[in-house]
């Protein structure tokens, strides 16, 4: 007598979205290693930062908005990748997928529970680098804290896209320098895009970090928010909902 393994509901609900979410945070609330690297690298980094510049406040005004930006993807990258690798190796997304879980679902759920620490990272990283260490924006505050939670959802969606391709945490880290460094180099953050090979400037083009060191930038010289501000903040929310879309295609390639 055979047994019929349920079919995945492709339509996505609300309830195992946020079940799926709320057993997420319960697996990290036994890791603090894992939430103390999410939530207070960041910080002390930025706190790091301005005091290797503490006698040139102007430098930290310059490159601080851009990290608060960049900080929070690289740390939500390399901890999403990794704990998404052990779910897979371990057989857990195989075991999920085979009940009435859509794809969609688990996506989301992953997402959901990792933007939740996200908005934790992005608003004590925020306030540390404006209210205590004196980073001088001519902009909204709030308009920070929205890129800097853009910029770790999407740091949450490459970490979950980039799990399917690795076999072992050890390579899910060897990800870092073809996914993260290049973007890094080439964001404008240590020299202006414009100035770069045209080449070199059209692929800053086409990578998600870019805008997201230029929205930085837009609320760091204007005091209210541009046209310019939107489009880089669409284009980086566009962009993690492309890459979590990408992720949740790969799940058939691990499960079956």
């Known amino acids: 007598m055979s047994t019929t393994t349920p079919a995945p509901t492709r339509a996505l609900d609300a309830s195992r979205t946020t079940a799926t979410a709320a057993r997420v945070l319960r697996q990290l609330r036994h890791d603090p290693r894992t939430i103390a690297l999410m939530v207070l690298i960041p910080c002390v980094m930025l706190f790091l930062l301005r005091y290797v510049f503490d006698g040139s406040a102007r430098t930290f005004d310059n490159i601080g908005a851009s990290l608060l930006g960049i900080f929070p993807l690289i740390t939500m990258f390399l901890v999403t990748s990794i704990a998404t690798l052990r779910e897979r190796t371990s057989g857990t997304l195989e075991r999920l997928l085979a009940m009435p879980l859509g794809k969609g679902d688990l996506i989301a759920g992953y997402a959901l529970a990792f933007g939740t620490l996200a908005i934790v990272q992005s608003a004590l990283a925020t306030g540390l680098a404006v209210w205590f260490l004196g980073l001088d924006v001519t902009g909204s ?109 790969t799940l058939k390639r691990r499960t079956q």
């Open 141 to 249: 505050p709030w308009l920070l804290l929205l890129i800097a939670l853009l910029d770790a959802l999407l740091g949450t969606a490459l970490g979950l896209f980039v799990s399917a391709f690795a076999a072992s945490e050890f390579q899910a880290v060897q990800f870092m320098p073809a996914v993260i460094f290049p973007q890094l180099l080439l964001c404008g953050l240590f020299a202006p895009r414009e100035n770069m090979h045209p080449v070199l400037e059209a692929v800053s083009d086409a990578l998600p970090m870019s805008y997201a060191v230029d929205g930085m930038n837009e609320v760091l010289k204007h005091t209210d928010m541009t046209a310019a501000f939107v489009r880089d903040t669409a284009i980086v929310a566009g962009c993690a909902l492309l890459v979590l879309t990408l992720g949740a295609a």
